[in-house]
């Protein structure tokens, strides 16, 4: 099985920055793209950013310019490097990964890790 594990979460005023990671393990045989998603209290879950195995990048518009994702292929993870921080970007923050492992090879499935806090203060 694939697990992701996120951390990097925590309290931090506005305009503060703030480095989540999320790394995967398991019985990996690839990682296609990995993304970042939050929800907020009371809102649907929605898309932070995403990387390609390619490292091509997309963001949310409300993050553009504040926020960065990268990923380390090596140690099979991703991070979000958030500055310029927003009471609006408290949520909980999400990773996924489109994963193959060796028992599916080429097929693959979208992992989610369980979550890390982020609260922004005013």
């Known amino acids: 099985q694939v697990q992701l594990v996120e951390s990097g979460g925590g309290l931090v005023q506005a305009g503060g920055s703030l480095r989540l990671s999320c790394a995967a393990s398991?019985?990996?045989?690839?990682?296609?793209?990995m993304g970042w998603y939050r929800q907020a209290p009371g809102k649907q879950r929605a898309l932070v950013a995403t990387?390609?195995?390619?490292?091509?990048?997309d963001y949310a518009d409300s993050v553009k310019g504040r926020f960065t994702i990268s990923r380390d292929n090596a140690k099979n993870t991703v991070y979000l490097q958030m500055n310029s921080l927003k009471p609006e970007d408290t949520a909980v923050y999400y990773c996924?990964?489109?994963?193959?492992?060796?028992?599916?090879?080429?097929?693959?499935?979208?992992?989610w890790g369980q979550g890390t806090q982020v609260t922004v203060s005013s």
């Open positions: 398991g019985n990996i045989f690839n990682i296609n793209n």
């Open positions: 990387i390609t195995a390619s490292s091509a990048t």
């Open positions: 996924n990964a489109a994963v193959s492992t060796t028992a599916t090879w080429t097929r693959y499935l979208t992992y």
